[in-house]
T-cell receptor, first 112, second 110 residues
Framework: DAGVTQSPTHLIKTRGQHVTLRCSPISGHKSVSWYQQVLGQGPQFIFQYYEKEERGRGNFPDRFSARQFPNYSSELNVNALLLGDSALYLC???????????FGSGTRLTVV | GESVGLHLPTLSVQEGDNSIINCAYSNSASDYFIWYKQESGKGPQFIIDIRSNMDKRQGQRVTVLLNKTVKHLSLQIAATQPGDSAVYFCAERNDYKLSFGAGTTVTVRA
């Protein structure tokens, strides 16, 4: 079975640009969460979606947004990119909200 | 605020020895705790979890201990192998989100 898949694996953007990151959860998983991991730190919670509804949001500015589609895949959008947005963006899925999470390998975003 | 932290940022261990990685948490409302292993260029990989109504759980070569009195979590790895070299994170769950500590980098010496 495929695990959590994220695309792209790497990308480079310029300050001020917009980026869309994509995540496909494990088949049957209905919950998707997004985390940001800055180099040398633990992941920080950004969003959780369950059944296409936002269930929680971390302490991130409004430049960050996300959505979940009917097939439970998800997109994370970041507008007006800043240098400080450079990080590994991780997607995690679970069957239900209260279950354990399986992480994807992440998208490495570099803002120059 | 609520945070999860690890006592030591690095741990060097001889191959074949046992490893103990410690973690302190501060949110007494957390009901679920997870240890993850992260290798370079990869996402966190689930190792073992424990719910707040337990104090010990064992897996294959790993044991997690939970002491709710002092809000302490530990991961024990038996007979550490070179493949165990990685960054280890503890995470606590409160409602819908996981809070991670900064991680402990484990290096296994041959």
């Amino acid at each position: 079975d495929a695990g959590v898949t994220q695309s792209p694996t790497h990308l480079i953007k310029t300050r001020g640009q917009h980026v869309t990151l994509r995540c496909s959860p494990i088949s049957g998983h209905k919950s998707v969460s997004w985390y940001q991991q800055v180099l040398g730190q633990g992941p920080q919670f950004i969003f959780q979606y369950y059944e296409k509804e936002e269930r929680g949001r971390g302490n991130f500015p409004d430049r960050f947004s996300a959505r979940q589609f009917p097939n439970y895949s998800s997109e994370l959008n970041v507008n007006a990119l800043l240098l400080g947005d450079s990080a590994l963006y991780l997607c995690a899925s679970s069957f239900e909200v209260a279950d354990g999470y399986t992480f994807g390998s992440g998208t490495r975003l570099t803002v120059v | 605020g609520e945070s999860v932290g690890l006592h030591l940022p690095t741990l060097s261990v001889q191959e074949g020895d046992n490893s103990i990685i410690n973690c302190a948490y501060s949110n007494s409302a957390s009901d679920y705790f997870i240890w993850y292993k992260q290798e370079s260029g990869k996402g966190p990989q689930f190792i073992i979890d424990i719910r707040s109504n337990m104090d010990k759980r064992q897996g294959q070569r790993v044991t997690v201990l939970l002491n709710k009195t002092v809000k302490h979590l530990s991961l024990q790895i038996a007979a550490t192998q070179p493949g165990d070299s990685a960054v280890y994170f503890c995470a606590e769950r409160n409602d819908y989100k996981l809070s991670f500590g900064a991680g402990t980098t484990v290096t296994v010496r041959a």
